[in-house]
């Protein structure tokens, strides 16, 4: 049973001792509610939410010793024990709705995560976001909001981002200020505490969708068009090395999850992350999760260590969540050496932008390796980048699809095959615009007539530009889609 399933019978189950001992009340009169709190003279306040925290605190040091291993059933009986207890030792009466409220919460925290519970229920939130107890916000479509939601106070705050870390085994404190760690249902989380918060400690959740996007959502979403699946799932098929490029946040692990989804069955894929979010539904994938080191500083396994290792378990593709530092040198050599189809993201805001920082993650392996034997490697290696962006509305666009051409000389040429054309107008904050194809020929074509892969011409073909009537107003450009050879000519020049 789901911990909102256990909480809603919960309530049920209180409303019908409540009806059962409330006296019947004549007609016409309500029945009277409980005074609150009655004892003086003790810190419990001057209200129930003050009274509340003590009797808490209270309540948690009861309970906390005889936790270990008991049922959730059970423990709602334990807490509901205490806190009568508690209420009937210390004197304090509250009305049977803020007991029953209470124990809920208690509940709640003790199994759960307080009142960040509601919002990993809530499938249409993609992200969690506490700058202090009394300050959430979620992402939903994309778009930031504040909730009403708060922790009790900071120490319950703390401790529900202490139980999150000490269930992955670390530890979140003055000399361990930051740590990475996961929900039970594989949400990644992130927690950095004073000093190196300036203002208090900040826990951002990225929530595990359980129902990851598929290509068909992404095209509903605007995020791909019909033309650059076809051609994706071509490439995916014909094996060729892709580099998924983008922001933070702007979906370049969900982009690299859906081309995942191409691999054929027969392959063996490997997949390697540092928090495992990749969801193939192959039935031959392993799946290796890169690990932090202990409290003591010992035990890290790098992505760089799991690259090296899937290396030996005789991969077909190997797929790396993310290139953040040396691994991209082992990820080009594995490309290069007989693991065609492999697919790694990069942070990165343009397809040009990913190559250098493909180079300056090579560097970081520790080699003194000439830049020019580096984009050699980088040349041969991968084929295409995606580049994916975040809108100001919070849509999540594909903005090019670049094929590496080969080098003239020191540079790398790139032609893009797909390109996002911002078009004049937009409504309210949401720029228009599409994904459309330049009309180029891919070079990557000869790849796909080898393995008899066929794409539709017109998947390729860029859209007819419909004559627009002059730009009215003196200082407005009409919009002018650039020459195919003008693209290839200013990514050389870039
Ligand atoms: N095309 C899309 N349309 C709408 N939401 C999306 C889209 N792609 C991703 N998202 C959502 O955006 C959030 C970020 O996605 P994702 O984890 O793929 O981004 P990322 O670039 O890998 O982030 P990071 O840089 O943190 O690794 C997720 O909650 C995801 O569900
Ligand atoms: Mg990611």
Redesign the pocket.
Known sequence: MKLSEKLAALEDEEKREAAAAAPAAPAGTQAPTAPRRRIAGTARGDNWEATKKTVRSLVLEEVAPKMQGLTAEALIGEVKTALDKILQREDVQVSPLERRKFVQEMISDTLGYGPLDPLLGDDSI??VMCNSFDDIWI?R??RLEQTALKFTDDTQYRQVIEKIVAAVGRRVDESSPMVDARLPDGS?VNAIVPPLAIHGSVLTI??F?RDP?QAK??IN????TIDLVTVMEACVRASLNVLVS????????????VLSSFIPDGERVITIEDSA?LQLQQPHVINLEARPPNAEGRGQVSIRDLVKNALRMRPDRIIV??CRAGEALDMLQAMNTGHEGSMT?V?ANSARDALSRMETLVLMAGFDLPVRAIREQINSAIDLILQ?D?MPD????VTSLTEVQGMEGDVILLQDIFKYRFLPGSERGRPSGELAATGLRPKFMDRLNEREIEVPAHAFKAPVQVARPAAPARGRRSFKPPEATEIVERERLR
């Open positions: 993609t992200e992402e479509e994309g990644r990225r929530k969708s996007y959502d992404l979403f605007g995020t791909w983008g922001g933070t946040g702007t979906g370049k692990t969900t982009n690299l999850n979010e969540g993310e993201t942070h994916v975040r919070g849509r999540r666009v």
